[in-house]
């Protein structure tokens, strides 16, 4: 590898003509080998798997290095579990840490070729879905350039979540094959594949003096796993993502097929295959309920049986010492399955009694919740969970008998309390208590987060357990959403205080010395509207909308859900339109509102509300009378590689959500980070960003978490009454049902508008956007006042990325790993 990489300058990237040479050179060869061709006749899609390979191939010499130099390796090991990774494009990234980007984009120019069009050709992995994956990833980079030893474990989708498309303004899920033309950074494992067991029952007999548990009947699935390497930046370390594939352990009914029986003789194949075919397959019906909990704990039962067998060939056959060497970490209650198949193993096959077994499980755990939403708090009917794992059910059942007993001798006779606490109760199985019980740490992801985890939802837990419970804020890696996409601002900075920051974030607050330098404003000014010209660009190719790259771009990116509220958002774009009608010369800043989101396939008031940006765009775009002041943009397909595009372009970051509801949020980091800034509720760390830059220099509004728990208590919300006493929210809210925005199905959001109002058979507007209306049209009106005098304006913006650095992914994970891994 030293033949590559000479450390200088900027990021770190020097080369010579020698290193120049040999890189050509191996990529011409490589695009001989794999295709049969040479560079002049290759197609787009070959040169990037062709330059892929290349660079796969270095991150595999030191992929290679690293395990080497970690073979011994005598301290813990983090094993990170969750069911996605929402990791984005790999080669830019790994460009970047291997610090060759420089040297890959001249030899392309040489060769006629275009790096950024070929980066541009790679799939984004379709591993994950929103902010719990993309933390995944984000750890997964720390962790390799902290020199943290770590595997990441989940599930290699097939086809990811979807594809969205929009048609006529309404969301299509489309399934996305990433894998199609293959996937140069991955390797392969069958050797090392699991047998995991559906299904069947359990026999029980006595050997020995002991009980022995036999699981029969069963049907089984092999998991092969496909191994990717993590590289860290300015770092030895390259870590693992091993990833599971599902394979049937018998290929063909050849009997079956014989007889011209031809599906009948795959059907064991497709339904094994199944359960790595899509990430959160629908459940509001049986058999996805059924595939979603399959999936869990294929992936973990696969996992916890790779994690014992590589722990007894590194360190002996002595599992006792199995939480000295190895600690697991479950990313929300998805894995939690992993802590009874861990005792599973223990018990069954490394015949341990229960206490022993228990107190190296409680041991191996640690559990970060990510949610206080009462539906993601995952709970299983209690017949599937026998039926598909019948000796797990046992084990849980167990875990929930002992727990129960402990609890009684605390709480005599308080059932309720006993209730809620319990593993099983009410028929369900709850996942979220089973990793409190099964844990030796549990986190919330920014501070109101925890503090309303310890105080309403896990109030009973953390008067049970309270040296478990601690906060830890989340992150971002800084290397992908600033480094490599926002190259202008990167080099801006590194030009002002040197590289260190992209190794220690913290040094980011050395910019604060230029926030009233005139000739920075001037040039951070112009990197932004560099970046908001190429992403006019992309609205133009992508949409067919022209919009003014000297408007304010208003961006909100993210998952599509209520208490997200997007509603909100197109609420206050309906406002302002309906000023402009009014008056088509009133005195605002221009603003291009842009979205970007997918909703759950079954969600449908989601995907009504992306229906209703859709509808408001093509009222606003098409209406000359308010001359181009408002656009509003809803960009298909979300994704990591275009958040990449739309983050460094943003002025306004918009983090509404209801106060209270978001756990944490990293999208407000990610927008902080590159200077825009933040229209925000105190929610989640919008909390600790409005402490870390000053009040002065974000805008908040709307009601407390505190304020919103008092309504719902005392239930006296009563939304009917604003609409009633506030003429401009009134008219807003007609036009969702007067044919305003769609005069061909003038009732289609009638849905929308009898949820704000009356609610639907419980409470009405329970997400408050209403209630929240005004003070967000005076935040916005606010916007537009500063966002007119630039001194103002690029001097917060200074701060907000002189602030950012407390907000990377480096700190989060040494904070993991100062608190809970002890990784040495």
């Not at 996937?183 to 050797?191: R, V």
């Not at 209730?419 to 019980?437: F, Q, T």
């Not at 003070?775 to 002189?802: F, T």
């Amino acid at each position: 590898m030293g033949a590559w990489i000479v450390r200088k300058g900027f990021t770190g990237m020097a080369y010579d003509l020698e290193q120049k040479r040999v890189f050509r050179n191996t990529l011409e060869i490589k695009v001989q080998r794999m295709f049969g061709r040479t560079l002049r006749n290759a197609s787009q899609d070959q040169v990037y798997r062709a330059i892929s390979q290349v660079v796969a191939d270095m991150v595999k010499e030191k992929w290679a290095y690293s395990r080497e130099l970690m073979y011994d390796y005598p301290e813990r090991e983090l094993y990170y579990l969750s069911m996605e990774f929402l990791m984005g494009r790999a080669l830019g990234n790994n460009l970047i840490n291997l610090e060759i980007e420089d040297l890959a984009a001249h030899v392309c120019t040489d060769l006629g070729l275009d790096l950024e069009a070929i980066r541009e050709a790679e799939p984004d992995a379709g591993l994950g879905n929103g902010g719990l994956g993309r933390l995944a990833a984000c750890f997964m980079d720390s962790l390799a350039t902290l020199g943290l030893r770590a595997h990441g474990c989940g599930i290699r989708y097939e086809y990811g979540l979807f594809k969205q498309g929009i048609i006529d303004g309404y969301q299509v899920e489309i399934p996305d094959p990433w894998l199609e033309n293959g996937n140069s950074w991955e390797i392969a494992l069958p050797e090392e594949s699991e047998i995991v067991k559906f299904g069947g029952f359990v026999e029980t007999r006595e050997e020995n003096g002991r009980l022995v548990y036999e699981h029969k009947g069963y049907q089984s699935v092999r998991a092969v796993p496909y191994e990717i390497p993590v590289l860290g930046y300015d770092s030895s370390v390259v870590n693992s993502l091993r990833l599971w594939a599902a394979r049937a352990t018998k290929y063909l009914d050849m009997a079956l097929f014989g007889q011209g029986r031809y599906r009948d003789a795959l059907e064991e194949k497709e339904l094994a295959e199944v359960i790595s075919k899509v990430l959160y397959p629908e459940d509001n019906h049986p058999e996805g309920k059924a595939l979603r909990l399959k999936q869990q704990y294929f992936f973990v039962s696969a996992s916890m049986q790779s994690i014992v067998r590589t722990y007894k060939k590194q360190h002996g056959p002595k599992i006792q010492d199995f939480s000295k060497r190895v600690v697991v970490h479950i990313n929300d209650t998805h894995p939690a399955l992993a802590i009874p198949e861990l005792m599973r193993i223990l018990l069954d096959e490394e015949g341990l009694g229960w206490e022993e077994a228990w107190t190296i499980t409680k041991s191996t755990f640690a559990y970060t919740n990510h949610t206080i939403m009462e539906e993601a708090l995952e709970r299983w009917p209690q017949d599937l969970f026998r039926d598909l794992l019948p000796r797990l059910w046992d084990i849980v059942y167990e875990i929930n008998e002992r727990f129960c007993a402990d609890l009684w001798k605390r709480y005599p006779g308080e059932w309720d309390r006993i209730a809620r606490m319990a593993v099983i109760s009410d028929r369900e199985v709850k996942m979220a208590n089973l990793c409190i019980v099964g844990s030796f740490s549990v986190n919330g992801v920014a501070q109101l987060h925890t503090n309303i985890l310890t105080n309403k939802v896990f109030k009973d837990f953390y008067e049970y357990f309270p040296e478990k419970f601690i906060s830890i804020t989340n992150g971002i890696t800084f290397r992908r959403f600033l480094l490599k996409s926002n190259r202008g601002l990167a080099a801006l900075i590194t030009d002002q205080i040197g590289n260190g920051w992209i190794k220690h974030p913290r040094e980011l607050e050395g910019f604060r010395t230029y926030a009233n330098c005139q000739e920075i404003q001037d040039e951070l000014a112009r990197i932004r509207h560099s970046n908001k010209l190429a992403l006019a660009e992309h609205i133009s190719e992508q949409n067919g909308i022209l919009v003014d790259p000297y408007s304010i771009f208003d961006v909100q990116i993210k998952r599509l859900h209520e208490y997200k509220r997007q509603l909100l958002n197109v609420l206050h774009i309906l406002y302002l339109y309906n000023r402009l009608l009014d008056d088509p010369e009133l005195p605002i800043s221009p603003r291009t509102f842009i979205f970007g989101a997918k909703a759950a396939p079954g969600y449908r008031m989601a995907k009504l509300i992306i229906k209703l940006i859709h509808d408001v765009g093509e009222r606003i775009n098409n209406d000359s009378t308010i001359q181009d002041k408002l656009k509003v943009v809803f960009l298909e397909n979300y994704r990591v590689s275009l958040a990449e595009k739309i983050i460094p372009a943003a002025d306004v970051s918009e983090q509404i959500s209801t106060a209270g509801k978001e756990a944490s949020g990293t999208g407000n980091m990610k927008f902080m980070l590159n200077g825009a800034l933040t229209v925000g509720t105190l929610d989640g760390a919008n909390v600790e960003i409005d402490q870390a830059v000053g009040r002065e220099n974000i805008f908040i509004f709307g009601l407390t978490s505190d304020e919103i728990s008092k309504y719902y208590q005392d239930g006296r919300y009563a939304p009917y009454e604003l609409y009633l006493s506030d003429p401009f929210l009134k008219q807003v809210l007609d036009q969702l049902v007067n044919g305003f925005i769609n005069k061909e199905y003038p009732d289609l959001f009638r849905e929308i508008y009898h949820g704000l109002l009356y609610g639907h058979g419980g409470m009405a507007d329970p997400y408050f956007v209403l209630k929240d209306f005004n003070s967000y049209v005076e935040v916005q009106e606010e916007v537009g006042r500063q966002y007119c005098q630039p001194k103002i304006w690029w001097r917060k913006a200074i701060l907000n990325i002189s602030s950012a650095g407390y907000f990377s992914s480096d700190r989060t994970v040494m904070e993991y790993n100062n608190r809970i891994w002890k990784l040495g």
